[in-house]
C-alpha cells in the first residue's frame, strides 16, 4: 500500500454518451499516510479489505463499456473506501454514522475499532472527498453540456450473507438489487435495468441497499440527471470474501453493457 495519485480517475467515453458509469468501492489501495491512523494490524486490515471491497468491480465496468454499442465514460475511485466513502454525506445526515461508517470510517464491519475515538476525519475530508466530488460535479456537468442529460449507474456488490454493519440486513438479498431515488430514477430507467439483468437472477428493489449517488449539486434539482445503483451479490460472480472473479463476471459485464445501450438510446 503506496502513496499513488491520483485517487480517482475519469475515463472518456463517447463524445455523445450520457453515460457515467460510477465504481467508488472498488479498490484495496490505502496511502501509508491514511494507513499510519488505521489501528488493525496488517492482517486485520486485509480481512477488512476483503469484506469491505467491491472485488473487480472496476473490471465489471471496463468489460461493459467494451461491450456497449456507445461507449459510456466510467468515473473510478483509485483508493480504498477504507481512506473515505465518496458517497456518504460528510455531515451529521449520514445514516451509517450511526455505525461509525461516516464519509471517513471509525468502525470496521464486523463494529470492531477502524480508527480510534476522537480521530479527526477533516484532513481526509479535505485532501480527499471534497475533491472527488467536485470532480464528480464536474463529470455529470459535462454530460449534460454534451447531451442535454446524464445517466449515474453506480456499480456495486455486496456479501451473499449480512455482515454485522449492515442497518437494513434483514430484508431480501437477490442476485442484483437495484438501488432507486424518487426523483433521479425513472420507471424507465428501471425498466431497462430489470430487463438487462434477467440472464442473471433474480433482480430485487432497495434491498439490502437503497438509494442512488448524485452529486449534491443536482441532487433533488435537475432530473436531466438520472441515477440507478446497481448491487451485485458477489456469490453470483466471485469466491467470498475478496476472491478471484469467476465465469458469473462476463455474463454481468454483458447484462450491464446491454444497459448502457438501452439507456443511451
Given at each position: 500500500m503506496t502513496d499513488v495519485p491520483p485517487s480517482f480517475a475519469?475515463?472518456?467515453?463517447?463524445?455523445?454518451?450520457?453515460?457515467?458509469?460510477?465504481?467508488?468501492?472498488?479498490?484495496?489501495?490505502?496511502?501509508?499516510?491514511?494507513?499510519?491512523?488505521?489501528?488493525?494490524?496488517?492482517?486485520?486490515?486485509?480481512?477488512?479489505?476483503?469484506?469491505?471491497?467491491?472485488?473487480?468491480?472496476?473490471?465489471?465496468?471496463?468489460?461493459?463499456?467494451?461491450?456497449?454499442?456507445?461507449?459510456?465514460?466510467?468515473?473510478?475511485?483509485?483508493?480504498?473506501?477504507?481512506?473515505?466513502?465518496?458517497?456518504?454525506?460528510?455531515?451529521?445526515?449520514?445514516?451509517?454514522?450511526?455505525?461509525?461508517?461516516?464519509?471517513?470510517?471509525?468502525?470496521?464491519?464486523?463494529?470492531?475499532?477502524?480508527?480510534?475515538?476522537?480521530?479527526?476525519?477533516?484532513?481526509?475530508?479535505?485532501?480527499?472527498?471534497?475533491?472527488?466530488a467536485e470532480a464528480m460535479t464536474e463529470a455529470v456537468a459535462g454530460r449534460l453540456a454534451a447531451t442535454g442529460r446524464a445517466v449515474i449507474i453506480d456499480v456495486h456488490s455486496y456479501p451473499r450473507a449480512p455482515l454485522p454493519y449492515e442497518l437494513h440486513g434483514a430484508g431480501p438479498r437477490p442476485a442484483v438489487c437495484l438501488g432507486t431515488d424518487p426523483f433521479h430514477t425513472p420507471s424507465g430507467l428501471l425498466d431497462a435495468a430489470r430487463e438487462a439483468f434477467a440472464p442473471c437472477g433474480e433482480t430485487g428493489l432497495d434491498s439490502p441497499f437503497a438509494g442512488t449517488y448524485v452529486p449534491l449539486e443536482f441532487y433533488g434539482k435537475r432530473a436531466e440527471v438520472t441515477a440507478l445503483m446497481v448491487e451485485i451479490r458477489r456469490d453470483t460472480y466471485m469466491s467470498e470474501p475478496g476472491g478471484p472473479a469467476g465465469p458469473g463476471l462476463s455474463r454481468l459485464a454483458s447484462a450491464l453493457g446491454a444497459l448502457v445501450d438501452a439507456v443511451t438510446r
Open positions: 475519469f475515463l472518456p467515453g463517447a463524445a455523445d454518451s450520457p453515460v457515467i458509469l460510477h465504481v467508488p468501492h472498488s479498490s484495496r489501495e490505502i496511502p501509508a499516510a491514511v494507513r499510519s491512523g488505521i489501528v488493525l494490524d496488517d492482517t486485520g486490515l486485509e480481512r477488512e479489505l476483503d469484506h469491505i471491497t467491491d472485488a473487480h468491480t472496476a473490471e465489471l465496468a471496463e468489460a461493459a463499456a467494451r461491450a456497449a454499442g456507445l461507449t459510456p465514460w466510467r468515473f473510478v475511485n483509485r483508493l480504498s473506501r477504507l481512506v473515505v466513502d465518496p458517497e456518504r454525506f460528510p455531515d451529521e445526515r449520514e445514516e451509517m454514522l450511526a455505525v461509525g461508517m461516516g464519509a471517513v470510517y471509525t468502525r470496521t464491519t464486523h463494529k470492531e475499532v477502524l480508527r480510534p475515538d476522537g480521530y479527526d476525519a477533516g484532513p481526509l475530508i479535505e485532501r480527499y472527498f471534497r475533491p472527488y
